[in-house]
């Protein structure tokens, strides 16, 4: 069974911890804003591979970013089955629009999981024009 979480945060200050006690951290991932990996689950990123059956499995080591995964890779978590999702090009994702300040992200949990913390990566604006 899935449970649903949302979670208030500032992009600036963009990552979550947990002590275990306040919310049990869960694996899963993250519809709203629809995140890359979701898209790809709901077939509006296209070529995906993998990542399409199992969104909820984009996963880093612990000790980011010091334990990598390393610059280039951080979409896939360094996951080599997922490495379409490190694939960089001015078309070749669904673009979602974020805005500054406080956004709220909804987590699909799929299965009990110990996290020590969440963070998010948001393309800057006009990232695509450095693309030319």
Known sequence: MKT????????????FAST????KPMHGYIDLPASRAYLCLTLQNKSCDLIQYEPQSVEGRK?????????????????????RLDEQTATRWTKVNVVSG???????????????G??????????????H
């Open 4 to 15: 649903k979480l949302l979670l208030a945060t500032l992009i600036s200050a963009s990552s």
């Open 20 to 23: 275990g006690t306040e919310i």
């Open 63 to 83: 000790g980011f970013p010091q334990r990598g995964p390393a610059d280039g890779k951080i979409a896939s978590a360094g996951v080599g089955a997922f490495k």
């Open 102 to 116: 406080e956004n709220i992200f909804h987590w699909t949990l799929t299965a009990p999981h110990r996290t020590t």
């Open 118 to 131: 969440w963070e998010y990566f948001i393309t800057k604006q006009d990232w695509d024009l450095m693309l």
